[in-house]
């Protein structure tokens, strides 16, 4: 009796994948038949669950049913078209480099595309140069990292950064991106000409503020909730040598916000290219982010005054410059601009480095024993002093258990589109702060605790912060988080993703 032939290896593997995809959490089996292409590009095995099931953070951890490793734009639509046309829609995530800190990249029971895979497959990197522009097409699925490499070895740069480069550039877009040049140059958001974006029906759509701008202002710093970025065009400039970077200390918080909104507000207009702020508190001993700075001999002097202060406040600044530009004559204006501070004398530092070596001051260090119980907030500039009494004086001060850095810097609203998605304080000054923790597995609740009464107490002092990079869990807490946008926000979910499939873990469509 003659065997019967065996079927193709990839129809076997599509036909699993399909029955896997339609039957976790789904009654239906085989609803939604995958395409052929898909069927070698999409892994169930335990290795490539396990690595979309956690995140920097460390702390939220779902299953997705499969993992798509996509090898061009094309197996990333037809895996949105093949969810939108079936019966019953599985979610679906896009991970860029996996930093998110609450789960916001995951997908339970859908599938996380894992954009890496198109890092490896090309460039996604190009410069060009229009009539009136000069700009990069940037893959969505690029770092930032080699966003800066690829354009420093032309001699240009993007005018807005985040601190940390290994993040990717959809990543950043879909929330905001900002970080010490925002206050000159708005967010990553404010710096883009034009995008080309996969809607949750599966359409490939290239907007513009000219050009299908409903949508580009929708996926700009809308969380993932209208279309996955495949190509961001982005703002460049002549990128500037060296860069004179320099901190001061203050002990008082007032004398330390005024000297910041004095440089934000324009008062010093070409004193720095960079701010931020930042709180250096009591642990012990001398956070690697100062010995790495302030001479040997300065570090007993600064951690008394931190001993006597409880917290003393960092200002932190930079001016580019490029290579015809006198060292001299630039710390003859350094110091000129310093007179007019009212830091603590003797505490100032300076140095000379390239602007590749600041932007890269942050390292990519990975640590899977560790959790990122991270809150980011903006903060109302009227109640500033309130947040620094109630919270940082009290509650952070007293619970004395503060790990990694916490970030503290103005940010100008007018910098920041009212159109795009991103939500910020009703003011024309706001701060934001960021307290970086770094935890252990089995204590990360204690930072968690910290988080949560940070919030309270702002809500029971009617401070009316916004959360950055939000993690709420309820509808009623994303409506009250969008206010007057929420209406917007909801009618072009509606519009872009109607079944709700895209980023399912941010858990504002499709609940917990």
């Known amino acids: 009796m003659a065997k019967s032939p065996s079927p193709p290896i990839h129809l076997i593997v599509m036909l699993l994948v399909t029955y896997f995809l339609c039957t976790v959490g789904k009654s239906n089996a085989l609803t939604c038949p995958l395409p052929p292409e898909l069927a070698t590009k999409l892994h169930v095995d335990p290795v490539a669950i396990d690595s979309a099931s956690t995140d920097y953070g460390n702390i939220v951890h779902s299953e997705p049913a499969a993992v798509l490793y996509p090898s061009s734009i094309e197996d990333i639509q037809r895996l949105v078209k093949s969810s939108y046309n079936c019966p019953i829609p599985f979610g679906i995530s896009v991970r860029g480099n996996g930093h998110s800190v609450n789960g916001q990249d995951m997908a339970r029971d859908g599938v996380v595309v894992d954009m890496k895979s198109l890092r490896e497959n090309k460039t996604g990197i190009k410069i060009r140069v229009s009539r009136n522009h000069l700009f990069a097409d940037v893959g969505g699925e690029q770092l930032w990292i080699d966003v800066l490499h690829t354009t420093a070895a032309q001699g240009l740069s993007p005018v807005s950064w985040t601190d940390f480069l290994y993040l990717s550039v959809g990543g950043t877009l879909s929330n905001a991106g900002i970080s010490g040049q925002t206050f000159l140059h708005g967010p990553q958001i404010s710096n883009v000409y034009e995008l080309d974006v996969i809607t949750g029906k599966g359409e490939l759509v290239t907007c513009s ?202 940010l100008n609203r007018h910098k920041w589109d009212a159109q795009l998605s991103a939500v910020i304080p009703d003011e024309d000054i706001f701060y934001t702060t960021s307290f970086l923790h770094t935890g252990g597995i089995d204590n990360w609740q204690v930072y968690e605790d910290q988080n949560k009464a940070i919030i309270k107490f702002c809500e029971e002092a009617g401070i009316k912060i916004v959360k950055y990079l939000a993690d709420y869990t309820t509808i009623e807490e994303w409506i009250k988080h969008f206010g007057s946008k929420w209406t917007t926000f909801r009618e072009r979910k509606a519009k872009y993703d109607p079944k709700n499939i895209l980023s399912p873990g941010q858990k504002i469509f499709n609940g917990v």
């Not at 990128?239 to 916000?257: L, M």
């Not at 956070?287 to 300065?298: L, R, V």
């Open 209 to 410: 503020k000219r050009n299908n701008s409903d949508l580009f202002d929708s996926v700009l710093g809308g969380l993932g909730q209208f279309g996955i970025i495949t190509r961001a065009r982005i703002a460049l400039r002549s990128a500037p040598t060296k860069v004179r970077w320099s901190r001061a200390f203050y002990s008082n918080f007032s004398d330390f916000i005024r000297d910041q909104e004095r440089i934000v507000r324009g008062g010093h207009r070409d004193v720095a290219n960079y701010l931020e702020g930042s709180l250096v508190l009591d642990n012990g001993t001398p956070t690697e982010w100062i010995t790495s700075f302030f001479h040997p001999t300065q570090l007993p002097q600064i951690m008394s005054l931190v001993k006597t202060y409880g917290i003393i406040y960092c200002l932190e600044l930079t001016k580019y410059y490029f290579i015809e530009d006198i060292e001299s004559e630039i710390d003859q204006d350094l110091q000129e601009v310093f007179k007019q501070f009212a830091h603590v004398p003797g505490f100032i530092d300076a140095k000379f480095v390239s602007h590749q070596e600041f932007l890269t001051r942050v390292p990519n260090a990975e640590n899977e024993s560790q959790t990122h119980p991270w809150q980011n907030l903006f903060i109302p500039k009227s109640r500033i002093s309130d947040f620094n009494v109630g919270v940082l004086r009290d509650i952070v001060l007293k619970r004395n258990i503060t790990t990694g850095p916490v970030l503290f810097y103005p």
